[in-house]
């Protein structure tokens, strides 16, 4: 019961009004149940039978804006499906049956298209991780490949589509891990992707990288990869074996360093020392060796040889790392993941794909829990809309103060978690 008062021609009327609730919306959550959500409205009985003015009086909504607009999800349930897809390696269909081995039919179709339409509000945070890129001094990429079945407008696609990494250095102050999806792996991608960028960025020997105003630095890694193909087995003292060998005593100085936190003086200095002329003298080796056209150790030999003065930029430059190992590793979480969903069915899907792999990555690299930060994402960017401002986009990033207790530690190390209230009556589906 509530009272409303009321003036008309000097004098109060006491309009009794009578609640009713009215339903604002039905979604599914990730605990499985259904949520119905009410909002309870007051009007005045009798005005309302005589079709008068009924006074109509609202509650304060208590709906959180929606992931999905007028959609069934909740940001609870895209969280938990995106989670499980990207990070734990559960495609849709595998999720598909797991909820219906609890009663629920969730179907994968409605399931990719919750994923595809709620990785839309991660786009703003995308770009403002590679404005904090572009700040770094390293950067490390890398790309694989990634099928996609047909373009967004139903034609079928007959090549493989990439998807581009990027992360920042060993020595940077962000930690961040960016994927972008692209149809191909020609250089005009990588001029898209890293245009005005005037750091360094280390790649592998790929021709694409290198035409932009950044300096490319080379990867050992890679060029011991190519010596290492070429050694026949238990053949140790092949001269591919004997070039390893030589790298391998180079990343031994590394990690030894790594290991005792060398400041960069110290770095430097042991690397001029004890690296350089490792490198001089696995060059002259490779001057000595006089391998047949065609074969693997004349493909790994050309390599190690075109890419020398990439690979030794190395030595004046404590920031740089011997090898890309760190892109490497970001591409990793995404080759498993593929094994298990093979393919993006549309060109969307795969840009969905990079855009929830990007929160996840610079989540872990951040320390954060992975459901935790895609839920609070979720949950506050649709109330700032499709363009929010650059403070309420910093108050999102992964290192920031700003962030709920759920989203730094996990749940079991949380006294007390508030999440927003997603409904005030559930029900089993």
């Given at each position: 019961m ?16 009578y ?6 919306g ?15 409205v ?8 005589k079709g ?7 509650s304060e ?5 929606q ?5 069934l ?5 895209v969280?938990?499906i ?8 559960t495609p ?5 049956k797991?909820w ?24 703003p945070v995308t ?5 904090y890129?572009y700040?770094e ?6 790309e694989?490949?990634?099928?996609t ?7 079928k ?6 998807m581009?990494?990027c ?10 891990a ?12 990588a001029?898209?992707l890293?245009?005005?960028?005037t ?5 592998d020997g790929?021709?694409?990288y290198?035409?932009?105003s950044?300096?490319r ?16 087995e238990?053949h140790?003292?092949?001269k ?10 180079m990343f031994?100085y590394?990690?030894?360093a ?6 960069d ?5 042991m ?5 350089a002329?490792?490198v ?6 490779l001057?000595s060796l006089?391998?047949?056209n065609?074969s693997h150790?004349?493909?790994a030999?050309n390599?190690?040889?075109?890419q020398?003065?990439?690979?030794t ?11 890309n190992n760190?892109?490497?590793?970001t591409?990793k979480?995404?080759v ?10 549309t060109?969307k ?9 990007t929160?996840i990555?610079?989540?872990?690299r ?6 935790g930060?895609?839920l ?16 309420q986009?910093?108050?999102?990033m992964p ?5 709920p207790?759920?989203c ?10 508030t999440?927003?209230?997603m409904?005030?009556?559930k029900?089993?589906?």
């Open positions: 509530s009272l409303l008062g009321d003036k008309s021609g000097g004098l109060i009327f006491i309009v009794v009004l609640s009713v609730k009215v339903a604002l039905v979604r599914a959550d990730g605990s499985g149940a259904t949520a119905y959500t009410y909002r309870t007051y009007k005045c009985e009798c005005c309302d039978k008068e003015d009924p006074h109509i009086v609202k909504n208590p709906t959180p804006a992931v999905i607009p007028k959609g999800p909740d940001q609870t349930l969280a938990d995106m989670q499980r897809k990207y990070q734990l390696g849709l269909d595998r999720q598909e797991y219906a081995a609890q009663g629920i039919y969730l179907s994968r179709t409605s399931m990719a298209n919750w994923v595809i339409e709620s990785s839309k509000w991660f786009e770009q403002m991780l590679w404005k890129s700040k001094p390293v950067l490390n990429a890398d694989t490949t990634s099928r079945l047909k373009t967004d407008k139903g034609k696609i007959d090549k493989l589509g990439q581009w990494i992360s920042t250095g060993r020595a940077a102050k962000k930690k961040i960016i994927y972008e999806y692209r149809d191909s792996r020609t250089k005009d991608v001029e898209e890293y245009y005005g960028y750091g360094i960025l280390q790649t790929f021709q694409s290198g035409s932009g950044y300096m630095v080379g990867c050992w890694s890679h060029a011991r990869r190519k010596l290492i193909d070429c050694i026949p238990k140790k003292k092949s591919a074996a004997i070039a390893v060998s030589m790298i391998d005593k031994r590394e990690r030894e790594r290991k005792e936190n060398y400041t003086e110290q770095l430097l200095e690397r001029r020392e004890k690296i002329p490792l001089d003298e696995f060059y002259k080796f001057d006089h391998p047949g065609g150790l004349a493909e030999v390599y190690a040889r075109n020398k003065a990439a690979l930029v190395f030595l004046n430059n404590p920031l740089v790392d011997m090898s760190l892109a490497e590793r591409v979480p995404y498993i993941a593929r094994k298990n969903f093979l393919f993006s069915c060109e899907g795969a840009h969905a794909s990079a855009a929830v792999m929160i990555e610079t989540a872990k951040n320390g954060l829990d992975v459901y930060y895609l609070h994402l979720l949950t506050e960017l649709p109330k700032y809309g499709h363009n929010p401002t650059k403070e986009l910093e108050a999102l290192w920031s103060d700003s962030l207790d759920f730094k530690k996990k749940y079991s190390q949380v006294e007390s978690v999440i927003p209230e409904s005030l009556c029900a089993k589906v």
